[in-house]
């Protein structure tokens, strides 16, 4: 069972793994979060939590398919191995797959299924966890009723016709209901027991995971013998752990150091893929409430090359929300250059002179994807600068940010804030946009920016109901050229999602998503 082989530590942590590592090897990984994501269903600690955490302990319904670098990673079966749909595209029907146990030794099956969504979305169900309610409030947007048809069958009727909910149950994952009532939601993140490729073995809050091959996963059988996860929120922190040979793999080091770490033998990954740096207006009050020449004014004004050279190019500009070859990319906007002078010009437009104008911007520390903050913010305080606007820099820990764009800009506690940090995965799920784009949220709450555009608003619903992918992606197009019209975002960098391997690193492949296969990886000689 789970709990005879869990360690768990809650006082100084060990940097020593539980005995020499199984066969594939032991990966050992300097993250970006501040914090060890909670073994929470969702994790926190953002995307980061679902790559490293959520999707080696946990599976969904569906998955995507991150062995492969060649398209964007699409939904695919996994606990269900088939479905059908009605065709108003509002009763799916998910066969679940046979034979798979939870680390515990629970069987999956329907009963598992029923039990996590009425825990997620049932206030009357004696296993209701409401902080996991609220964070995975967005993939339960259009769930209407859920019901066990048999043991193997499960239904999902939605409010309205629904062409993404593969997309949702991708990021909707079911623990084990033995271990939920045993310890209790409070309790369960020490025993956290899914049917993912991973079980958890180890955890010191704050300071390390340790995640041991399932040798009875459903899938594939799995290369990788461990993996071990280590909070490590500064750049040079994850550079000096890697050249040390504490850790074998390091998310987002130090720009200036790749040249140096390829001449010593490191292995350097950059490519394209869905994630960029997108602050967000506070709409719901002026400044930028009803002025169009202000958002487009700062736009202008930020020099994004210059943003990237700052990076080494481990970055690259950003004229829209996603980038081009992305399929919801618009080709009717070009989007915004750097024009001082215009964005001067629209500066005065928008009312102000120069010096008139002081703007404060919340932004993390560090923490998941958000690539370099500090360097960053300094440039565009210098760039705003440049154009007669001031800057105050409003640094937060990257879970505080989270907490904002739960809370919404329009809360008291954070009201005084006109430009929030941003860093969406763009475009990695189509159902991405929704919490950032649509007028409401679930519950009923605004848009935590105050972004509501109607016209936005009809061409992502009329998206979300197209039964063709093409369709999908036209209206998705509408709404990006409305959202580059209108200025809605600060349109600033796109990321090259940087990281560094040691030699000893095989097997791995880099896919176009926020998220990682780590099952074939190994760890062995150079």
């Avoid at 209407?144 to 909707?172: C, F, N, Q």
């Avoid at 970055?315 to 070859?325: H, R, S, W």
Wanted: aromatic share 12%; net charge positive; hydrophobic share 35%.
């Amino acid at each position: 069972m789970l709990a005879a082989l869990l360690v768990v530590l809650t006082g100084c942590a060990s940097t020593q793994a539980s005995g020499p590592p199984p066969s594939g090897g032991e990966l050992r990984i300097a993250m970006s979060a501040g914090n060890i994501p909670f073994p929470s269903t969702p994790p926190n600690e953002g995307y980061e939590g679902y790559r490293f955490v959520g999707n080696n302990i946990y599976d969904g319904l569906t998955r995507l398919n991150l062995e492969q670098s060649a398209t964007l990673p699409t939904p695919q079966p996994a606990l269900a191995q088939s479905w059908t749909t009605s065709k108003d595209l509002t009763t799916w029907t998910f066969r679940l797959r046979q034979g798979v146990t939870f680390h515990d030794g629970t069987p999956f099956n329907a009963d598992a299924v029923i039990f996590q969504y009425d825990r997620l979305r049932t206030k009357a169900s004696p296993y209701y966890d409401a902080k996991s309610a609220a964070s995975a409030a967005a993939s339960f947007r259009y769930f209407k009723s859920w019901r066990k048809v048999d043991d193997r069958t499960v239904e999902i009727k939605t409010t309205k016709p629904y062409a993404w909910l593969l997309w949702d149950l991708a990021g909707i994952f079911y623990p084990s209901p033995t271990a939920v009532k045993t310890y209790g939601n409070n309790n369960y993140n020490q025993h956290a027991s899914g049917t993912g490729p991973f079980r958890m073995t180890k955890y010191v809050d704050g300071q390390e995971m340790e995640l041991t091959r399932n040798d009875n996963y459903w899938r594939t059988p799995v290369k990788l013998g461990r993996i071990v996860l280590y909070p490590q929120p500064e750049p040079a922190s994850r550079l000096s752990m890697l050249q040390s040979g504490e850790v074998d793999w390091a998310e987002v080091p130090s720009p200036d150091s790749v040249q140096q770490l390829k001449k010593e033998g490191y292995q350097i990954e950059l490519g394209k893929y869905p994630h960029g740096i997108m602050p967000r207006f506070n709409l719901f009050r002026p400044p930028f409430k009803d002025n169009l020449a202000l958002r487009q004014a700062l736009n202008y004004a930020l020099d994004r090359e210059g943003t990237a050279a700052l990076l080494n190019n481990v970055g690259y500009p950003a004229t829209q929300y996603v980038y081009d070859g992305n399929p919801s990319y618009t080709k009717k906007s070009p989007g915004y250059s750097y024009d001082v002078a215009k964005a001067k010009r629209l500066l005065a437009e928008a009312g102000y002179q120069p010096g008139q104008l002081t703007l404060t911007m919340a932004y993390p520390t560090g923490g998941s994807g958000n690539m370099y903050p500090d360097t960053m913010m300094q440039k565009l305080q210098a760039d705003f600068a440049a154009i007669g606007v001031a800057t105050v820099l409003k640094p937060m820990e990257w879970n505080t940010i989270i907490s904002i764009g739960l809370d919404g800009l329009q809360a008291k506690q954070w009201s005084n804030i006109d430009i929030l940090w941003a860093s969406p995965a763009s475009g990695m799920m189509p159902t991405g946009f929704s919490a950032t784009f649509f007028c409401n949220r679930p519950g009923g709450l605004k848009n935590a920016a105050g972004l509501c555009d109607p016209k936005i608003d009809a061409a992502l619903t009329a998206a979300s109901q197209q039964p063709d992918v093409a369709s999908q992606y036209r209206y998705l197009q509408q709404m990006m050229d409305v959202a580059v019209q209108k200025a809605y975002f600060l349109f600033w960098m796109h990321d090259l999602n940087l990281r560094v391997l040691s030699s000893k690193v095989h097997g791995y492949i880099q896919p176009q998503s926020w998220w990682v296969d780590f099952t074939q990886i190994t760890v062995g000689k150079d």
